[in-house]
């Protein structure tokens, strides 16, 4: 994770932009730069989560395999969704007075350095075994704590 953080700082100093946060497709913040940003530029994040959700599915109907960006313009703010992997995006938001082309440029730069460690982290998980003797001691330990409560 400093990794990641590292190359969000660094894509933050070196574009402009005011904040860039690493997300789930679910929504779940992961990451951002600045690390002190509001808890309303998480909301952010996670409401651009869900609007690339509706963006695969506009691909699907005109039978696009995936569509792997996407780009808001405000009056004074533009946001920048990209893909990293299939399970991570990339988000970026930045005022009227940074360049759209910096951004696009650096931000790829940013998802060529990202996208290896995220694939990897993701093959890990995907590795996970929840077994059975698991099972056992997760339950015996919710029982455990919840043992006196009815």
């Known amino acids: 994770m400093r990794l990641v953080d590292q190359i969000l700082n660094d894509l933050h100093a070196s574009s402009g932009v005011r904040f860039i946060s690493i997300v789930s497709t679910s929504g779940q913040p992961i990451t951002c730069s600045p690390a002190d940003a509001q808890s309303d530029m998480l909301s952010l994040a996670s409401l651009a989560a869900s609007s690339f959700a509706a963006t695969q599915q506009l691909a699907a109907v005109l039978n696009e395999r995936e569509f792997t960006l996407l780009f808001h313009e ?19 938001a930045f005022g009227r007075d940074t360049q ?7 931000t790829a730069r940013a998802i060529e350095a990202l996208g290896p460690l995220f694939r990897a982290a993701e093959e890990d998980i995907d590795l996970a ?22």
């Open 74 to 92: 405000g009056r004074n703010s533009n946001l920048h969704v990209a893909q990293v992997t299939d399970r991570v995006l990339l988000v970026v």
């Open 129 to 150: 075994v929840v077994d059975k003797q698991y099972t056992v001691e997760a339950s015996e330990a919710v029982d455990d704590l919840f043992g006196g409560v009815d």
């Open 100 to 106: 759209v082309g910096k951004v696009r440029l650096y």
